[in-house]
């Protein structure tokens, strides 16, 4: 570039005032007035460049101010007139009504029932035969019912009330048998409502009717696209609290709306300011990109001989990547060690014009895997240990941390390379070869850094030495040094994350996975006490609580307060004068009266954990509108990992629940990949990571009760132990050794996923590079090569089978994983099977089952078998091991029809279903239970059911893990024999 075609600094200088404007607009101003200050910096920057940059920027940063014009036109509409607002709301409601009249109607016109059952008949299931009952299940069953929000049903309901037959997914309220002829109908609890509508079939004074239903839950609005906000039902407007809003409809109950804005929970950036950045990101880039090209691409001299690419690039780039982080929510250090990467890799690539050093290249290439791991340790320092290997596509912070370490990699290789004149004959390939596999070796060795960095340092110098022999404008050269570059970022990376790791379990983990202090337990004491004093019962319902069903006050209320938190036990009682209490439960056993069972919390002591000394418990009084209403009970036991000062609460208690409460699981979750183990002062395991339960290694009884550290050997593997004795027992973190497998698999995940970014920025930047001359004359001195022309032929032809193979593979492997998990499941169903049967021919007569089948007996049994169990007498819930699991409208209190109707009906010995629990799938089974040895005689009325998340779970991750390492075998496949065909097309 001519000198005299250098803009003036005062232009530069603008320049970086602008993008600094446009990048803090959506961030320092609001809805209209960061539109317009987006359209008047853009139109400014845009006028001081060139025609070509204002043609592919202007499209873009218009998209930008679009993206906050609409935002801010979508908050005037969602902030629409109190009384407009009540107008949509009523007929949003109203449509809910008329699709369950349209359903019931419907139901009524198909069911068909005996015009000769007796009216009189005390027995509900006589009234129907068996054949006539499975007719209408299966009639129930091809109804269409509407589908949206909320969970609907469709039952038949014989005189007397009682439901004989049903479809959909169950209600969350159970029916009294007292309902109404016809119309709507409602059952309204303190966290869902349920609507109904009556529809008789026949003019019998008492006759058969059909009811459709559906429940919602009462924390969003039961319509299509509503925003969060508390409501109920009513039947006399002044049930309402002042200050909501009340919707009425004829001839149904009035719709209660609280908007108060702290019914909303709080959000991240708007979504119209997320898109306005990644507008501008883009654009911005889009510019850096074809300035960085035009300089790039002519023929001759330097990559970036020129000293003007730092003041051309930097603030663009800079300016973009900052957008894109605000956008994507990168925390702010992974953006600066992004940007710093990539600063190191501009000038790497610029110092291609600089003059030789004096210093042999390979010393330079291994000081540059020194710098990367220093960089790597330094970031692992100050905010790990961070697990940037942990799949192929990670969080934003983490890729982000990875692009920043790549870039310097690549930066650092090419400072290390010279660039002078090319040494005689044509550079081999082979020392990219062994660069390749040094790196790869020493990253395979990554948890044993005295052998790991020799080899990095290998792999490093030798990648300087391939720099120093090509030219980077060859664009197979450019691939390769990236490729080392990745390998050298990913094992340097690792390395410092498993030496992190080691001082992390050593000294961190201990102390974060020991019991809680005196004052910490203090602190969380008062904590929970100020909560509860300052909870009003207005804040939870929007009506006053008179003719609630208030069985789930005790989970709605322990769902929202300090209670509710990792790695502890907790329960909550609500207790009211003449009335049964409320209580729920997270893994703190209850008695039947909501009192804690001090037996079984005898039997969850752990060594330093024991329950009298952690506590924590008490009872304050609950309010309605400042007056007394009720009072509150609760209990908190905090279990190993529990931290008074951790602020998170437990945001997936559904999750949680099905997978059986804090347990194991949740230790190994926040100790991973350590693993946690307590041990009594004999050396007997009281808590272990591990099914054999192995006792405290004897390297670490030796110690006699001084901290110990020590390479022990476990079920794992050999792994590095530390250990804290104490009089009441030992606390061990065990860290095992990471196999080179292993290494390698996390190596590829980490390589895999910046690969994959930059092919899919290949096609924009193609597209930047096609209008330059330089650019096209390659394209075509590539097409007309013989060799190259077959080698883009051979990479098509490899890429289809391998791709078709990898789909092959991967999905056999999900139907034997699918196969195995259900014969799991069945074999656990049978086992609860088994025993419950033969409780059931030890029962004495005169006993009933009502008295022997109770929950302790399903508790034992869920024990014995590893899964929750729950019982169903008929059709509706009987005994379970975890009542929560109801309470929380988890699991269906009443069998689901096509269930009910294939056990009971049709004598099936087994059946399941799919449910789902916000982002989880999973298996319920379902079995009818009986007498061992007595084929289909038992008792036909006892059925069982088993919840499999947490089986589902395990499996989902394997599946995750199959399709990785899947995945990264063809990669490299691919990868290899394309190398292998190159060499032989030359």
């Not at 009294?176 to 016809?182: D, T, V």
């Not at 450019?478 to 080691?502: D, N, P, Q």
């Not at 309010?623 to 000062?645: D, K």
């Not at 109770?854 to 008929?874: A, C, P």
Request: with cysteine; charged share 20%; aromatic share 8%.
């Amino acid at each position: 570039m001519k000198p005299e075609t250098r803009e003036p600094a005062w232009r530069t200088a603008a320049e970086v005032l602008l993008v600094a404007g446009l990048v803090a607009a959506p961030l320092l101003l609001r809805d209209a007035w960061a539109a317009l200050a987006v359209l008047l910096l853009s139109s400014v920057w845009l006028w001081m460049r060139p025609a070509r940059e204002r043609r592919i920027a202007g499209p873009i940063l218009g998209l930008a101010v679009a993206a906050l014009i609409a935002g801010w036109a979508a908050g005037r509409l969602e902030r629409p007139a109190r009384a407009e607002r009540i107008r949509e709301t009523r007929r949003e409601y109203e449509r809910i009504w008329e699709d369950l009249r349209a359903t019931a109607g419907k139901a009524a016109a198909i069911v068909q029932v005996p015009a000769r059952a007796p009216q009189a008949s005390l027995d509900a299931d006589s009234r129907l035969t068996p054949r006539d009952r499975l007719n209408a299940f299966s009639a129930l069953e091809k109804i269409e019912i509407e589908e949206g929000k909320g969970r609907r049903a469709l039952l038949l309901l014989d005189p007397d009330g009682v439901p004989v037959a049903w479809a959909g997914e169950g209600l969350l309220h159970e029916l009294p048998q007292e309902l109404p002829r016809a119309g709507p109908y409602y059952r309204a609890s303190f966290s869902a409502v349920t609507l109904l509508v009556l529809k008789p079939i026949g003019d019998a004074r008492r006759p058969w009717r059909v009811a459709a239903g559906v429940s919602f839950p009462t924390d969003t609005l039961p319509f299509p696209r509503s925003r969060p906000a508390r409501w109920t039902v009513v039947d006399d407007p002044d049930q309402a609290i002042p200050g909501t809003e009340v919707v009425a409809l004829s001839g149904t109950p009035k719709l209660v709306v609280d908007r108060a804005p702290g019914t909303a929970p709080p959000g991240g950036w708007p979504l119209a300011d997320r898109v306005a950045w990644i507008a501008i990101g883009l654009a911005l880039l889009s510019v850096a990109v074809l300035r960085l090209l035009r300089i790039v691409l002519p023929g001759g001299g330097p990559l970036l001989a020129d000293d003007r690419p730092l003041r051309l690039v930097s603030p663009l780039a800079a300016g973009g990547l900052i957008a894109l982080g605000a956008a994507l929510a990168v925390p702010p250090h992974s953006v600066g060690v992004l940007l710093a990467g990539l600063w190191v890799a501009a000038l790497g690539a610029w110092s291609r014009s600089w003059k030789e050093s004096r210093l042999p290249v390979w010393l330079k290439g291994a000081g540059a895997v020194g710098a990367l791991f220093l960089a790597a340790w330094g970031i692992q320092r100050l905010w790990g240990p961070l697990d940037f290997s942990d799949g192929i596509l990670v969080s934003t912070g983490a890729f982000a941390l990875r692009l920043g370490l790549t870039g310097a990699a690549f930066g650092l290789f090419c400072l290390a390379g010279r660039r002078g004149e090319l040494p005689e004959g044509k550079p081999r390939d082979r020392v990219a070869w062994i660069s390749v596999a040094f790196l790869l070796g020493g990253a395979a060795l990554c948890d044993r850094p005295l052998f790991a960095l020799p080899l990095l340092a290998a792999g490093g110098a030798l990648a300087a030495i391939y720099a120093d022999q090509r030219r980077l404008r060859e664009g197979l050269a450019l691939t390769g040094l990236v490729l080392m570059a990745i390998f050298a970022a990913a094992g340097t990376g690792e390395t410092a994350y498993r030496l992190r790791l080691g001082e992390h379990a050593g000294n961190e983990l201990l102390t974060r996975l020991s019991p809680p202090s005196d004052g910490q337990i203090a602190a969380v004491s008062g904590e929970i006490r100020r909560h509860f004093e300052g909870q009003d019962l207005e804040r939870v319902i929007p009506r006053t609580p008179i003719g609630l069903d208030y069985q789930d006050l005790a989970y709605v209320l322990w769902r929202g307060s300090p209670l509710a938190r990792y790695h502890a036990l907790s329960a909550l009682v609500v207790q009211r004068e003449n009335a049964p209490p409320s209580f729920f439960s997270f893994g703190m056993p209850l008695s039947d009266q909501g009192i804690v069972n001090t037996e079984r919390l005898a039997d969850l002591s752990l060594p330093r954990w024991e329950p009298r000394n952690l506590m924590i418990s008490g009872a304050v009084p609950l309010r309605f509108a400042g007056r007394s209403w009720g009072t509150v009970r609760y209990w908190l036991l905090p279990r190993p990992g529990f931290e008074a000062r951790d602020p998170r609460r437990l945001s997936e208690v559904d999750v949680g629940l099905l997978k059986g409460g804090p347990g194991t699981a949740a230790i190994e979750e926040i100790a991973q990949p350590a693993l946690y183990a307590l041990y009594a002062p004999d050396g007997r395991a009281a808590l272990s990571p591990w099914e054999e339960d192995p006792p405290l290694p004897a390297e670490l009884l030796r110690s006699k009760g001084r901290p110990a550290q020590a390479m022990v050997a476990t079920p794992a593997g050999s792994s590095r132990a530390w250990a804290r004795a104490s009089a009441p027992g030992w606390e061990v973190v065990y860290l095992p050794f990471q196999t080179p497998t292993e290494a390698l698999e996390r190596t590829g995940n980490w390589s895999l996923g910046v690969l994959i970014l930059l092919a899919l920025s290949a096609p924009p930047l193609l597209l930047l590079a096609l209008p330059r001359a330089a650019f096209r004359d390659l394209v075509s001195r590539t097409l007309r090569s013989y060799s190259k022309r077959l080698m883009i032929v051979y990479t098509v032809l490899l890429l289809i089978p391998l791709v078709l193979l990898y789909f092959v593979l991967v999905r056999s492997m999900e139907e034997r994983l699918k196969r195995d998990q259900r014969a799991a499941g069945e074999a656990a169903l049978s086992s609860a099977q088994q025993l419950l049967g033969e409780k059931l021919l030890e029962i004495p007569p005169g006993f009933g089952v009502d008295t022997v089948f109770g929950d302790q007996l399903l508790i034992y049994t869920s024990g014995v078998v590893r899964h929750e169990v729950n019982l169903y007498w008929g059709s509706a819930i009987h005994a379970s091991s975890r009542h929560e699991l109801f309470t929380a409208g988890l699991l269906p209190k009443r069998i689901p029809g096509e269930i009910f109707r294939r056990l009971a009906l049709l004598g099936y010995g087994l059946d399941s279903r799919s449910n789902r629990v916000g982002d989880s799938t999973y298996l319920e089974m379902y079995a009818p239970l009986r007498v061992p040895g007595g084929g289909t005689s038992g008792d036909e009325r006892l059925f069982l059911s088993i919840p499999l998340l947490a089986q589902q779970e395990e499996g989902a991750r394997q599946l995750a893990q199959l399709r990785r390492q899947g995945l990264l075998v063809t990669a490299a496949l691919f990868t290899l024999l394309v190398a292998v065909g190159r060499r032989l097309a030359r």
